[in-house]
């Protein structure tokens, strides 16, 4: 995979175009992130409010606070840009992209084809927190994402919390930690990987209660697969159960729990792609990109800036 | 029926009627109703307990949405004399989906209810936090 490292700070967006990107393959995730701190310059600004829809720029009006507008203005500019590298149809216009909720309320992109061809399946997912906006993208399956500050600090005692909404396995698991600050990460992982559990479903938080599943590691089953030596994490993959029926484990869906820019984790939900036969737990290939749209694009994968902390990945 | 007495210093500029979702049990009037009032500029009425000539008796007492607003302005850490109100809606103040939950929890405490995740999906203003509070509250009384 090529680095792609340009500074081009006195070139405006309009003489810089997104780099064109590859779509992901099948089994693939594709992370994109921005750290709002980055970006400060208040013409690259309004050249990101120019990609909006009158939607998005009322909507972004609305908030109140310079740095919850800084934001969500990122936001946007982030899911646009970064679908607009894809190229789909020769589209590469991030400002033509029109979105809309599927039947659950999750964000989709709805594409305009004179055609009438069938719709591409390019899946994405947007999570945000103060200090980093990012974006999952897959082709084909469903996916899920979701952030979080590893400092991130509860109003709530976090056994309080958890023996509210997780499950009670959850809570037994969070409970025998007896280290404060190791419960309280772990607290944050396992909050993150059912977040983006939930949303890789669409349904949110309240459309599948936290309670009603678990989420735990499992170690890798051995099996014919080849366990090279590009492999990154712990053998242990992240499994999911419904608490009504724990015997049957789901296994439609595949996690990724990564430490993002030493500030975050972040966790992935993938839906197995079907058509990839075999028993096997094939790793979710994983590529991630830190981004300053029309300024700077940098991968990262395989750097220090993603540290793969659980499920099976291969960067 | 619902009314408004007293209502001297708000400024009103639109009522909008929604209809109660609690069933009615086969009498014949309505037993509640709520509104949602959506005015520009409302100040925050500052309710004495226990006075009956100020009560709006329609969706949440002033004092409920104060009361959120209180517990939502100390989740965000946002600054005392910042904007929130019934109309506030909890994303455009910068809560994400854990500051929400942690905000129902302490929802939860304050008024001594439990709020299923299901209903939580209709949360997305202060008003709609203070009209399901209040619902809540009055089915644990009844």
Known sequence: ?315 | MASVTGAASMGMTCLSFKPSKVPIHGVSKLKSVSFSISGKSLPSLRMQPGSSRFRVSCAAKAETVEKVCEIVRKQLALPEDSAVTGESKFASLGADSLDTVEIVMGLEEEFGISVEEESAQSITTVQDAADLIEKLIEKKGA
Not at chain 1, 56 to 65: A, F, L, P, T, V
Not at chain 1, 191 to 196: F, G, R, S, V, Y
Not at chain 1, 243 to 271: K, R, V
Request: some cysteine; glycine content about 4%.
């Open chain 1, 1 to 315: 995979m090529m680095n792609i490292r340009c500074f081009q700070n006195n070139f405006s967006a309009a003489s810089f175009p997104l780099v064109p990107v590859q779509l992901p393959s099948r089994m693939e995730t594709h992370l994109w992130y921005v750290l709002p701190n980055e970006v400060k310059s208040m013409s690259l600004l309004s050249q990101y409010s120019e990609l909006l829809s009158p939607c998005e720029k009322e909507d972004i009006n609305c908030i109140r606070g310079d740095d919850l507008r800084k934001r969500a203005l990122l936001a946007r500019a982030l899911v646009r840009t970064t679908i607009a590298r894809y190229q789909i149809n020769n589209q590469v216009n991030p400002s033509s992209l029109k979105f809309r909720k599927n039947a659950h309320g999750k964000p989709e992109v709805e594409w305009q084809d004179d055609d009438n061809l069938c719709p591409v399946p390019l899946h994405f997912n947007l999570s945000h927190t103060s200090s980093m906006i990012a974006c999952g993208v897959t082709m084909n399956v469903a996916i899920g994402i979701d952030i979080e500050e590893k400092q991130r600090q509860l109003k709530n005692n976090v056994l309080a919390f958890s023996r509210r909404y997780f499950s009670p396995y959850e809570v037994k698991i969070l409970t025998a930690i007896s280290d404060p600050e190791i419960q309280h990460q772990e607290f944050i992982k396992l909050w993150t990987l059912k977040e983006a559990y939930v949303k890789a479903l669409g349904r949110g938080f309240s459309g599948l209660p936290f309670k009603t599943f678990t989420i735990r590691s499992k170690p890798a089953t051995t099996g014919s697969f080849n366990l090279s030596e590009d492999f990154v994490s712990k053998a242990s993959e992240i499994i999911v159960e419904s608490s009504d029926d724990p015997e049957n484990l789901t296994n439609e869906w595949q996690f990724a729990l990564l430490e993002l820019a030493g500030s975050h984790y972040a966790a992935i939900c993938m839906e197995k792609d079907k058509t990839v036969g075999g028993e096997a737990n094939t790793p979710m290939k994983l590529t991630v990109w830190k981004t300053i749209p029309f300024i700077e694009d940098e991968c990262v994968s395989g750097t220090d800036a993603v540290v793969a902390i659980g499920g099976l990945i291969k960067q």
